[in-house]
T-cell receptor
């Protein structure tokens, strides 16, 4: 079956530092890949997505590139802010439908210190 | 811009009580899901519905029942609440074209 592996953290960085959160996946088909963000006390919001190999998703200064050869979708940001403190989930979704079509990583807790 | 709406946002139950979490989406999606989120466990799928009239068990279905009332609504019922069901519950729906998943804002449930 499908699976998603990401670093769980917590990851603690200083403001303006460079961020990388690793995400690798296992899938039998050709999934779409997503990063979701969850701020304290809130639900999950879509941060960015990529639907095919070599696509780059980007939003709010975050980027991730769909790398089929390494089965990865690492999240990066050049200069983080305190407001980026949140939990980040990597996910994949394939066209198979049903429960097998959705797989989430366990989430990475990011803490940005001023 | 309602998206996925779930109620209630907060609830405290006594052990053995029953309750229903309501969820509705206005995006005309076929697939809907109920997840629970616990510290260190990530998101775990309770039940899902691939289309109106169908429901299937996910990873952790015990102690729960669901109803897909129509295309818009997907409810989750706890028949006899237990402290182990203290969690944050998320309803979600999926866009069948782009496979994007949209979440509700969550329901914080405490069973004492």
């Amino acid at each position: 079956g499908n699976s998603v592996t990401q670093m769980e953290g917590p990851v603690t960085l200083s403001e303006e530092a460079f961020l990388t959160i690793n995400c690798t996946y296992t899938a039998t088909g050709y999934p779409s890949l997503f990063w979701y963000v969850q701020y304290p006390g809130e639900g999950l919001q879509l941060l960015l997505k990529a639907t095919k190999a070599d696509d780059k998703g980007s939003n709010k200064g975050f980027e991730a590139t769909y790398r089929k050869e390494t089965t990865s979708f690492h999240l990066e940001k050049g200069s983080v802010q305190v407001s980026d403190s949140a939990v980040y989930f990597c996910a994949l979704s394939d066209s198979g439908g049903g429960a097998d079509g959705l797989t989430f990583g366990k989430g990475t807790h990011l803490i940005i210190q001023p | 811009n309602a998206g996925v709406t779930q109620t209630p946002k907060f609830q405290v139950l006594k052990t053995g009580q029953s309750m229903t979490l309501q969820c509705a989406q206005d995006m005309n999606h076929n697939s809907m899901y109920w997840y629970r989120q616990d510290p260190g466990m990530g998101l775990r799928l309770i039940y899902y519905s691939a289309s109106e009239g169908t429901t299937d068990k996910g990873e952790v279905p015990n102690g729960y029942n669901v109803s897909r009332l129509n295309k818009r609504e997907f409810s989750l019922r706890l028949e006899s609440a237990a402290p182990s069901q203290t969690s944050v519950y998320f309803c979600a729906s999926r866009d069948g074209l782009g496979n994007t998943i949209y979440f509700g804002e969550g329901s914080w449930l405490t069973v004492v």
